[in-house]
């Protein structure tokens, strides 16, 4: 279920020239922003929540999971080239699960990695506030980018709609709308942080039992809703 050319491939077209830099800008950011605030405010836990949930988590990680996500598949079903991956002997759902094993690698090295780094720099990991958000991160990235590997492969406007997903929903009205909160990849996420942080750290609107599950069910049923679509497609002079 893991092809290592496919790999190859998806790894070069992700971290090409224009994508890496916003790849490396975000999490640059983040450390940029976190040590100017350690700076001028010292140390203090609930800065660092506000940071590593506000910009971090809230806005940061969908980001990176849309370029990633996104970037996995969808550029080369819009110019074409898919036509040549899919002419070769690889079972479909194989071509699927190996780019969205690619797409989270990248999304959890370019987010949950300067998290866990910007949190110590924030508040030197106090409460287990970096690790907590780390692994949320972490998380959210698998989900992130299954979700935003399924938008590429059905719609050619994916990023469009990734980034109205990632900017609007989750960072807007997943913040400010209660109800829109248990809909929202970040507040699943935030349901483990909050199960690993000190007592009253971090708060999430969600349970953990809930929020593990809905992160399982929208990995897994974005995945296999692209593989299924990426079965449908067919190549010239196919029955």
């Known amino acids: 279920m893991y092809n290592p050319t ?7 077209g992700l ?24 700076v001028l405010t010292g140390a203090d836990d609930e800065t660092a929540t506000t940071v590593l949930g506000g910009f971090a988590l809230a806005t940061m990680v969908p980001l990176i999971g849309v370029i990633a996500g996104t970037g996995a598949i969808g550029p080369e079903i819009d110019d074409g080239s898919v036509v040549y991956l899919l002419a070769k002997p690889i079972d479909r759902t194989t071509i699927i699960i190996t780019k969205l094993v ?8 370019f987010s949950a990695i300067p998290t866990l780094l910007a949190g110590f720099i924030l508040n030197g990991n106090s409460q287990q506030i970096a690790v907590a958000y780390a692994v949320a991160a972490a998380v959210a990235s698998v989900a992130y980018s299954a979700i935003f590997l399924l938008l590429g492969t059905v719609t050619r406007h994916a990023v469009v709609a990734g980034l109205v997903y990632a900017l609007v929903w989750e960072s807007l009205f997943g913040s400010l709308v209660a109800g829109a909160r248990t809909l929202s990849v970040q507040q699943w996420a935030l349901a ?3 199960k690993i942080a000190g ?20 990995t897994i049923g974005a995945t296999w809703f692209a593989a299924r679509k990426l079965r449908t497609l067919t190549l010239a002079g196919e029955e």
């Open 6 to 12: 496919v790999a190859r491939l998806t790894y070069r």
């Open 15 to 38: 971290l090409g020239r224009r994508r890496a830099l916003v790849l490396f800008a975000l999490p640059a950011l983040l450390l940029v922003i976190s040590a100017a605030i350690r």
């Open 102 to 109: 690619v797409a989270i690698g990248v999304t959890v090295a």
């Open 192 to 194: 483990l942080a909050q």
């Open 199 to 218: 007592e009253g750290a971090i708060t999430a609107d969600v349970g953990l039992p809930l929020g593990a599950t809905l992160l399982l069910g929208a």
